[in-house]
């Protein structure tokens, strides 16, 4: 998970969307995009971020909150991992105490996006 109300900012979708150029996002994997707010989005959409993160296999939500308190869009299920861009965490959060979130920064949400494991961005994507 890229992004949030408070981690959604375009030079965040931009990196990401300089590691998913050309490539997948992983069988299996999920990867959402929210951008902080409506001017992000709007940007990011004018500047052919939001296409990049599309055409790779990435979904972009509505700009602003994302699944951080775990009551929509998002929420994880039991034994779910998630990688999230967030700024905080705790048991629970993303709405559920059974699963396991870890925060990263952007770059490696979107180099684990593509091999569906958690990966170091300079290894490529590999």
């Known amino acids: 998970m890229i992004g949030s109300c408070t981690n959604g900012r375009l030079d ?3 990196v990401a969307a300089r590691i998913l150029k050309g490539r997948k996002v992983a069988p299996g994997t999920r990867m ?6 409506t001017r992000i989005y709007t940007q990011a959409l004018e500047n052919g971020t939001l296409h990049v993160l599309i055409t790779a ?3 972009v ?15 994880l299920g039991d034994e779910e991992t998630a990688l999230a861009t967030t700024n905080r965490n705790f048991k629970g959060r993303m709405g ?3 699963s396991e979130v870890y925060l990263c920064s952007p770059a ?8 569906g494991v958690i990966t170091d961005p300079r290894s490529g994507g590999k």
């Open 12 to 14: 965040d979708l931009e």
């Open 32 to 37: 959402l995009v929210f951008p902080a707010s």
């Open 57 to 59: 296999g990435a979904v």
């Open 61 to 75: 939500m509505n700009p602003g909150c994302g699944p951080c308190l775990g009551v929509h869009q998002g929420a």
């Open 96 to 98: 559920n105490p059974k």
């Open 108 to 115: 490696v949400a979107a180099a684990s996006a593509i091999t």
